[in-house]
């Protein structure tokens, strides 16, 4: 697809970012120690790039899906970590509150997310209700002006640092399934909230990930979120529009490691001539490009059909999703192998695309759950 100027330049400035402040000795220090230098966040928020695609009344920058997708991509191609720090609030974060938030709520929650001040995160999954979230336990029971939130949240990007998490609970006692299920902006330090050990992960190292323990949490009801007992379906289609981001995320990873592969193939000599020589890896590196330009194709239709309000929007989300990350994986595989020997070695960058990419098959709903998502609509 050609990118109109205006887009073309937004590429531009998020390469330009992303080449000059994500640097080695920052990648390393995510990977090894899982501590995150927060001058470049103070960096990356002054630059507007927490509020993308938030529109301007609320801090944000107004920008459209394209130019979101454009920002993960390039911050990926560098650090996918990175770019999913700039993801959150343009997303998940921000996501349910500019569905459905009050005016109060959005000048109170969303404004500081998108101006990088504060922190907020999506806690729907529950150690029983994964790929099933409508199965989940946590209960929230209405005592006054008060909601009383008991339960426990697992896989929480972000929840050891942040200040609200938007969490999922059941409201309506007696319904089953994703009925009868609401959303609230739960303060992280109101008391009762606790967090998990984060955990130890394969990938994306750096972006802590922890349980949400809730035990007798009062959240006053201006912290109810969207009306009662219908939080399930925002929380669908705020997925809609994190799958693109994930799907974005996919794309810089595998394009990243390509651009590793050519020059390292290029370079390397064996049996007297660069290793590029041999049409057994020039071929792998033409399978790697071609999967990468149909993805990208298919990532930037599906953003402008979900600005455009097209039908088929969310299933083309699911389908970008799916295809991205499954791409991500194959291309990480071959650029490793590309890689030989030194490709397992931490000191090359495929490595860590390697280990990255293996995330986004499964986080916002695995690709067998965009399988489900693809089919029902094709089937309905
Ligand atoms: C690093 C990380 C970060 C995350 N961040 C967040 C977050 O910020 N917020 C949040 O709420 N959640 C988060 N998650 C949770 C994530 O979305 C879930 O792990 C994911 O949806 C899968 O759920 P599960 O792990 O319980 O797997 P399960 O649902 O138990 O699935 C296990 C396997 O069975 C398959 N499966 C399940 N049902 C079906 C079916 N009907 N048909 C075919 N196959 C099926 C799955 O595809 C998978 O292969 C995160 C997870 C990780 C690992």
């Given at each position: 697809?050609?990118?109109?100027?205006?887009?073309?330049?937004?590429?531009?400035?998020?390469?330009?970012?992303?080449?000059?402040?994500?640097?080695?000795?920052?990648?390393?220090?995510?990977?090894?120690?899982?501590?995150?230098?927060?001058?470049?966040?103070?960096?990356?928020?002054?630059?507007?790039?927490?509020?993308?695609?938030?529109?301007?009344?609320?801090?944000?920058?107004?920008?459209?899906?394209?130019?979101?997708?454009?920002?993960?991509?390039?911050?990926?191609?560098?650090?996918?970590?990175?770019?999913?720090?700039?993801?959150?609030?343009?997303?998940?974060?921000?996501?349910?509150?500019?569905?459905?938030?009050?005016?109060?709520?959005?000048?109170?929650?969303?404004?500081?997310?998108?101006?990088?001040?504060?922190?907020?995160?999506?806690?729907?999954?529950?150690?029983?209700?994964?790929?099933?979230?409508?199965?989940?336990?946590?209960?929230?029971?209405?005592?006054?002006?008060?909601?009383?939130?008991?339960?426990?949240?697992?896989?929480?990007?972000?929840?050891?640092?942040?200040?609200?998490?938007?969490?999922?609970?059941?409201?309506?006692?007696?319904?089953?399934?994703?009925?009868?299920?609401?959303?609230?902006?739960?303060?992280?330090?109101?008391?009762?909230?606790?967090?998990?050990?984060?955990?130890?992960?394969?990938?994306?190292?750096?972006?802590?990930?922890?349980?949400?323990?809730?035990?007798?949490?009062?959240?006053?009801?201006?912290?109810?979120?969207?009306?009662?007992?219908?939080?399930?379906?925002?929380?669908?289609?705020?997925?809609?529009?994190?799958?693109?981001?994930?799907?974005?995320?996919?794309?810089?990873?595998?394009?990243?490691?390509?651009?590793?592969?050519?020059?390292?193939?290029?370079?390397?000599?064996?049996?007297?001539?660069?290793?590029?020589?041999?049409?057994?890896?020039?071929?792998?590196?033409?399978?790697?490009?071609?999967?990468?330009?149909?993805?990208?194709?298919?990532?930037?239709?599906?953003?402008?059909?979900?600005?455009?309000?097209?039908?088929?929007?969310?299933?083309l989300c699911s389908m970008a999703k799916y295809y991205c990350s499954?791409?991500?994986?194959?291309?990480?595989?071959?650029?490793?192998?590309?890689?030989?020997?030194?490709?397992?070695?931490?000191?090359?960058?495929?490595?860590?695309?390697?280990?990255?990419?293996?995330?986004?098959?499964?986080?916002?709903?695995?690709?067998?759950?965009?399988?489900?998502?693809?089919?029902?609509?094709?089937?309905?």
């Amino acid at each position: 697809m050609i990118l109109s100027k205006e887009h073309e330049l937004m590429r531009k400035n998020f390469r330009n970012f992303a080449e000059t402040e994500f640097t080695k000795e920052i990648q390393d220090e995510l990977d090894e120690t899982g501590e995150f230098n927060w001058e470049i966040w103070n960096k990356m928020a002054k630059y507007g790039f927490a509020g993308t695609k938030i529109p301007v009344e609320y801090g944000g920058q107004g920008g459209d899906t394209l130019s979101y997708v454009l920002m993960n991509e390039e911050f990926a191609r560098v650090c996918p970590v990175l770019a999913i720090y700039a993801n959150t609030p343009n997303s998940l974060g921000g996501g349910p509150l500019l569905a459905c938030g009050t005016e109060e709520q959005l000048q109170k929650y969303l404004t500081p997310a998108a101006q990088g001040k504060k922190h907020i995160v999506f806690a729907l999954t529950e150690p029983g209700a994964g790929s099933d979230p409508g199965s989940m336990t946590t209960k929230a029971v209405q005592d006054g002006e008060y909601f009383v939130l008991n339960g426990r949240k697992c896989f929480i990007s972000g929840a050891p640092f942040a200040d609200y998490a938007i969490v999922y609970a059941r409201t309506d006692l007696q319904s089953k399934g994703p009925k009868g299920i609401s959303m609230f902006i739960v303060d992280m330090k109101l008391p009762g909230v606790s967090c998990g050990k984060p955990e130890h992960k394969m990938g994306i190292n750096g972006y802590p990930t922890s349980d949400i323990i809730l035990e007798d949490v009062r959240v006053h009801q201006s912290d109810l979120l969207g009306p009662l007992h219908k939080g399930y379906a925002v929380a669908m289609k705020t997925l809609d529009g994190g799958r693109i981001g994930v799907a974005a995320q996919s794309l810089g990873c595998a394009q990243g490691a390509l651009e590793e592969s050519i020059a390292y193939a290029k370079e390397r000599k064996q049996f007297g001539k660069p290793i590029s020589y041999n049409q057994g890896i020039s071929f792998m590196l033409a399978d790697m490009a071609t999967e990468i330009e149909a993805a990208r194709t298919l990532l930037y239709t599906t953003a402008q059909a979900k600005d455009a309000g097209d039908p088929n929007a969310s299933m083309l989300c699911s389908m970008a999703k799916y295809y991205c990350s499954e791409m991500a994986n194959r291309v990480c595989a071959k650029a490793v192998q590309i890689h030989g020997g030194y490709g397992y070695i931490k000191e090359y960058k495929v490595e860590r695309f390697y280990r990255d990419a293996r995330i986004m098959t499964l986080y916002e709903g695995t690709s067998q759950v965009q399988q489900i998502v693809i089919s029902r609509s094709l089937l309905k």
